[in-house]
């Protein structure tokens, strides 16, 4: 969004401490912390960049947020596929403008917001979630976010292997504990050039779906890695890394769909 901030919207407010608090601007609404309130009212109308003051004296920027903020401190149930993730999963799954992805499981909604990004209103993901209240909570994650559901979003609730055996996709985006059996499933049902992620916590679930791509006969160029990402503090002469960084989230394994006579 451009302009204004409105009614229906998420607004960032970052007090002097750097503490980010994510809100939903309505009529009437007031927003309450430890340094007082301020009212939505205040902030509906007004550009992205002001300063206010709350009624005990705090001073909080306000701001409309990246996705990167939405997604550090929206609601979830599921656990969330994390910025420093989404980004390669994006590239590396070469997930581009006027595709077709098909993303199990849905989760909190976080990776499925990424993919609409990435596809473009030419493009359309189908997301699949086996777990009616992961899905309840990631329909109610993208409108917050969008305001509505896009046409070119189909949510399902089902088993994925029923959605990869029927549908045809350009891109397979997996977060699920067992990918292994989609894996088999694509390499049987999906056409060549077909490009397969899936992000996984653990060295094991990693090994056995590398193994399962590898016994399938249908994927080659089969990758795997993690991503860490350290932030840097620079403050006057002070350069230096945080403390603090964030390690291991997931692992990545990207895989081409090849005929067997190609991989040959």
């Not at 979003?153 to 959605?163: C, H, S, Y």
């Not at 060549?192 to 056995?208: F, R």
């Not at 403050?235 to 990207?254: A, K, Q, W, Y």
Request: net charge neutral.
């Amino acid at each position: 969004m451009t302009g204004p901030l409105r009614s229906g919207e998420t607004a960032l407010l970052v007090d002097g401490k750097g503490r980010h608090y994510l809100i939903r601007l309505q009529e009437g609404g007031v927003f309450h912390y430890h340094l007082g309130m301020v009212p939505h009212a205040d902030l509906i109308g007004s550009e992205p960049g002001i300063r206010v003051t709350s009624s005990g004296g705090g001073r909080l920027l306000v701001l409309r947020p990246r996705m990167v903020d939405f997604v550090l401190k929206m609601p979830r149930g599921a656990q969330v596929v994390y910025p420093k993730d989404m980004g390669p999963i994006v590239m590396y799954a070469d997930v581009a403008p006027g595709l077709t992805v098909l993303e199990a499981g849905t989760g909190s909604g976080a990776l499925t917001l990424a993919l609409l990004r990435a596809v473009g209103t030419g493009g359309r993901v189908v997301s699949v979630e086996r777990r009616p209240d992961h899905a309840e909570l990631a329909h109610k994650t993208i409108v917050r976010w969008l305001g509505e559901v896009p046409p070119n979003l189909d949510l399902r609730v089902g088993e994925a292997e029923d959605v990869v055996a029927e549908v045809p996709v350009d891109r397979i985006i997996l977060d699920l504990p067992e990918p292994w059996h989609i894996v088999k499933v694509a390499a049987a049902s999906q056409r060549p050039g077909l490009i397969l992620c899936s992000y996984l916590p653990t060295v094991p679930q990693v090994q056995t779906t590398v193994e399962a791509m590898e016994e399938s006969g249908g994927f080659a160029e089969i990758e795997v890695f993690e991503t860490l990402h350290r932030t840097w503090n620079v403050s006057g002469r002070s350069v230096r890394p945080d403390h603090r960084m964030v390690g291991h989230t997931g692992f990545v394994v990207i895989g081409r769909r090849v005929t067997q006579e190609t991989q040959r």
